[in-house]
């Protein structure tokens, strides 16, 4: 009963806040840089929370986001562009085709443990972006142009399924079934649960949501190009999940939000921005290698401080 | 006569990859962990050679042993700094710091000198030499005489001096190294030494023979290094001398063929095939993997 009064709670703060947001957009009182942060923001809190899945969740790193989200934005770019469909179908496609190159790339490659696995996929994400440079139905390294069809409704819809199927996800069998991959692959494999299944598809949700992420992204600026989705942007999403936390979704999003804010402020000085993600993931590993919040959720606070000031409610 | 050419242009290449490989596969068979930042280490021994050449009026030898051994401190600070306190966190944790020090001394070199490319000047005459119906630059023959020279040196360190056989012997069981009374700490400062001191050597020769530096340049070499010891099997030093040259003449022989943009995307196939098929690379042994 609890977890049910939880869940009503989260829908109706979200629809609170997406009525909120689009109420003051169409007043006028958000103007266009702040919309689009929030737009970004929200993207970027889809890649994190999808990546999250996957390091956080199975425990396999993997350094090729970038390759879904382009995979994704191609994907879209091209059923709206070239195809005239409507976005939606879009958004969907790119979902799907993202999910079957996360089925592919998953396959062999979630054979590999550890770095080896981060390797191969960073690999499998430079391939992707490299075929797309190759490609002239696409732009080749000029890159393709792309309408303008992103907005806070479709980021907002967008992002809540995406925290939904991936909190819901998360607490059910498959989740802690993932849960034990993370904790100890062997003895998981030992205690019967087919690893390599959860591991693909953990995977593959996390690819179908990066491509989805992909479909907005490009939707939400006028060209895309191949240089966007490097190993640069891949970093980019693990710094999210790293610092907020390998293992805490609420960890993830509020990394990504005080992430994206900092990156807005300093859109004009690039390598001061990189200088201060690199020191932030240094200092973070060493002294807490776990993240910022390592497994806890933002709720887990609320509990122990409740439970500090007058016991639990539950006696437990 | 052409194929005999480009087998010379990836063997120049390849020996170059084969110097950075040869850093990356000492640390991993030390400490197990994928030194991301070795290919920066390589870009600053570039560097290095670059302002001693152009700024100090330096010869090729000098600027090579100066670069080299700034690139050994380098080395050396990095580990002592970063990655010393991750010995028993997890893999993870130890892969993000190394990340994290490649991008920081990246954007560190591009805020202290800007992103801008530099030219690199010529130290020897750029004379040809004719075999076989190729041509021979004297800088390809100087880029392998070099390689050469210091993986005979490596050899000889690894196998006959005392810190290579405290090397050999942390590798292969670290704690019963130091229960044999071995330096643990100071064996693997010096393998990021020698590791380090290799790229930056790497680094000057790749600045001669490309002519072109720039502060990003260490990325796309250290990740083919990389491969490349992944293909020679990691942790085994004459695996990654032919890794290298392997990845080198295919490289060349891809763009020979007509698909040079796809060059950056043979490397990596080349890595997944290898990591599907036999992840213990071409000289590696299957190891059972303790519970």
């Known amino acids: ?316 | 006569m052409e194929w005999l050419q480009q087998l010379i242009n990836g063997i120049s290449l390849g020996s170059i990859y084969a110097l950075i490989a040869l850093g990356y596969t000492m640390v991993y068979g030390i400490i197990k962990l994928i030194n991301f930042a070795h290919g920066e280490v390589f870009m600053i021994g570039a560097f290095i050679g670059f302002y001693s050449i152009a700024g100090w009026g330096f010869g090729f030898i000098p600027a090579l042993l100066l670069s080299m051994t700034v690139c050994a401190i380098i080395g050396v600070i990095i580990e002592r700094v970063a990655y010393k306190r991750l010995r028993t966190a997890t893999r993870i944790a130890a892969l993000i710091t190394a990340i994290g020090v490649s991008l920081l001394i990246q954007n560190g070199v591009i805020y202290m000198r800007g992103a801008q490319p530099e030219a690199y000047p010529e130290v020897l005459a750029n004379k040809s030499y004719n075999l076989f119906g190729a041509q021979i630059s004297s800088q390809a023959i100087l880029i392998l005489s070099v390689a050469l020279v210091l993986m005979i040196i490596l050899q000889f360190i690894v196998h006959k001096s005392k810190i290579g056989k405290a090397m050999r012997a942390v590798s292969y069981d670290s704690e019963a190294a130091k229960l044999m009374g071995i330096n643990v700490d100071t064996t693997i400062s010096a393998t990021f030494a020698i590791g380090s001191a290799l790229a930056g050597a790497a680094g000057v020769i790749f600045g001669i023979y490309y002519t072109k530096i720039d502060p990003l340049m260490g990325v796309i070499p250290g990740l083919k290094a990389f491969v490349a010891a992944v293909l020679g099997g990691i942790g085994i030093i004459p695996g990654a001398m032919v890794g290298g040259l392997v990845l080198g003449v295919v490289e060349t022989f891809v763009s020979a063929l007509g698909f040079s943009l796809w060059r950056d995307a043979a490397a990596f196939v080349i890595l997944i095939l290898i990591l599907i098929f036999k992840p213990s690379g071409i000289f590696g042994k299957n190891t059972r993997e303790k519970v």
């Not at chain 1, 923001?41 to 996957?54: D, E, K, P, R």
């Not at chain 1, 993931?281 to 401080?305: A, S």
């Open chain 1, 1 to 316: 009963m609890k977890k049910s009064k939880q869940f009503w709670a989260f829908i109706g703060t979200s629809i609170a806040a997406y009525v909120i947001i689009q109420i003051l957009i169409n007043a006028g009182m958000l103007n266009v840089f702040y919309s689009n942060t929030l737009i970004f923001m929200a993207i970027n809190i889809m890649l994190a929370v999808s990546l999250h899945l996957v390091i956080g969740i199975t425990g396999q790193f993997s350094l090729g986001h970038a390759g879904f989200l382009a995979v994704g934005a191609y994907i879209s770019a091209i059923v709206t562009m070239k195809l005239q469909l409507p976005f939606p179908v879009a958004i969907l496609a790119a979902g799907v085709v993202a999910t079957i190159a996360g089925l592919i790339i998953g396959i062999p490659s979630l054979r590999l443990r550890g770095d080896y696995l981060a390797i191969a996929t960073l690999g499998f994400a430079e391939i992707i972006r490299i075929v797309f440079l190759n490609i002239e139905y696409v732009g080749g390294a000029a890159g393709m142009q792309v309408t303008h069809l992103t907005n806070w409704t479709y980021t907002f819809i967008c992002l809540f399924l995406t925290i939904l199927v991936i909190v819901n996800f998360t607490n059910s069998r498959h989740g802690r079934a993932c849960i034990s991959i993370r904790e100890n692959e062997i003895a998981a494999d030992a205690m019967g649960i087919n690893t390599t299944y959860y591991k693909v598809l953990a995977f593959a949700i996390g690819a179908f949501f990066a491509g989805t992420a992909g479909a907005l992204y490009a939707h939400n600026f006028y060209i895309i190009q191949p240089a966007n989705f490097g190993f640069l942007k891949s970093i980019d999403i693990l710094i999210y999940v790293v610092l907020g936390g390998l293992g805490s979704l609420s960890g993830a999003i509020v990394a990504t939000v005080l992430l994206t804010i900092v990156s807005t402020f300093l859109q004009n000085y690039p390598e001061t921005r990189m200088i201060i993600y690199s020191l932030v993931l240094i200092i973070v590993m060493l002294y807490r290698p776990k993240g910022l919040m390592g497994t806890m959720e933002i709720t887990d606070y609320f509990k122990l401080w409740r439970g500090s000031k007058g016991g639990s409610k539950n006696g437990q």
